[in-house]
């Protein structure tokens, strides 16, 4: 995995209590941007050393990989993604810690992970019900948004095109286009442009776009204080299902 570039960005300060909730094996540190118009959620593993903040994702041995039932669509779709080899571009758990997160904060969220060896993928969710995911997933452009997939395959030379001709079901809310589009040529194409629309900004935020990474951090104005990585097994078991 490349430059990658992980967070959970937010557009109002959110309350710190409903984040004690997270897994004892989930640290995190919240940030602001200079105008305090925007904050970000830095998820990563809990009693892990890092240098820098936004460049690891978070654990998932206490994230549930299923999708829920209200995204059975997208679920269909991961399976195809499974058997083309492309589900590691598909972050089901990435997924469900944004539906976990929007509903505990009570907040839309915009959750991104990206890279520049493939991975561009983004989810914003708000009160638990997720509103728009778009990804890339080898020559597929996916695109979730209130109940309808679309899935624009490209064009890309040297590259044998996956199939997903028998996805298309209208019905279900899944759309496969025609492949006449070739991909973006730009570092976290898709983060940088989704992300950028989420917080209303004038540019990419957290360096996204440019492999000179920020020009400016973020204040950190609160975090976990997790010393030990020792789960607490009601902890776990409650934290799913009060989140």
């Given at each position: 995995?490349?430059y990658?570039?992980?967070?959970?960005?937010?557009?109002?300060?959110?309350?710190?209590?409903?984040?004690?909730?997270?897994?004892?094996?989930?640290?995190?540190?919240?940030?602001?941007?200079?105008?305090a118009?925007?904050?970000?959620?830095?998820?990563?593993?809990?009693?892990?050393?890092?240098?820098?903040?936004?460049?690891?994702?978070?654990?998932?041995?206490?994230?549930?990989?299923?999708?829920?039932?209200?995204?059975?669509?997208?679920?269909?779709i991961?399976?195809?993604?499974k058997?083309?080899?492309?589900?590691?571009?598909?972050?089901r758990?990435?997924?469900?810690?944004?539906?976990?997160?929007s509903?505990?904060?009570?907040?839309?969220?915009?959750?991104?992970?990206?890279d520049?060896?493939?991975l561009?993928?983004?989810?914003?969710?708000?009160?638990?019900?997720?509103?728009?995911?778009?990804?890339?997933?080898g020559?597929?452009?996916?695109?979730?948004?209130?109940?309808?997939?679309?899935?624009?395959?490209?064009?890309?030379?040297?590259?044998?095109?996956?199939?997903?001709?028998?996805?298309?079901?209208?019905?279900?809310?899944?759309?496969?286009?025609?492949?006449n589009?070739?991909?973006?040529s730009l570092?976290?194409a898709?983060?940088?442009?989704?992300?950028?629309?989420?917080?209303?900004?004038?540019r990419?935020?957290?360096?996204?776009?440019?492999?000179?990474?920020?020009?400016?951090?973020p204040?950190?104005?609160?975090?976990?204080e997790?010393?030990?990585?020792a789960?607490?097994?009601?902890?776990?078991k409650?934290?799913?299902?009060?989140?």
């Amino acid at each position: 995995m490349g430059y990658l570039v992980v967070a959970h960005a937010m557009n109002v300060r959110p309350e710190l209590k409903p984040l004690s909730t997270l897994p004892m094996s989930i640290g995190w540190s919240l940030h602001q941007d200079e105008s305090a118009t925007s904050f970000y959620l830095d998820t990563f593993k809990a009693g892990e050393e890092r240098k820098w903040p936004f460049t690891s994702m978070p654990p998932t041995k206490d994230v549930p990989l299923e999708l829920p039932q209200e995204l059975a669509a997208l679920s269909r779709i991961y399976k195809v993604l499974k058997d083309a080899q492309l589900a590691d571009y598909f972050k089901r758990a990435f997924l469900n810690v944004n539906l976990a997160l929007s509903k505990s904060l009570q907040l839309p969220v915009c959750s991104f992970c990206t890279d520049d060896d493939g991975l561009d993928f983004v989810c914003v969710s708000s009160n638990g019900e997720l509103q728009k995911l778009r990804c890339v997933c080898g020559d597929l452009d996916i695109t979730y948004e209130l109940g309808t997939v679309i899935i624009q395959p490209l064009l890309i030379d040297g590259v044998k095109g996956t199939d997903v001709s028998s996805l298309h079901d209208p019905e279900s809310g899944i759309h496969v286009l025609s492949r006449n589009i070739t991909p973006s040529s730009l570092l976290h194409a898709v983060a940088s442009a989704e992300t950028t629309r989420f917080l209303q900004a004038e540019r990419p935020p957290l360096g996204l776009g440019s492999f000179e990474g920020m020009e400016v951090a973020p204040i950190t104005i609160a975090g976990s204080e997790i010393v030990s990585l020792a789960p607490k097994v009601v902890a776990q078991k409650t934290w799913w299902k009060r989140w």
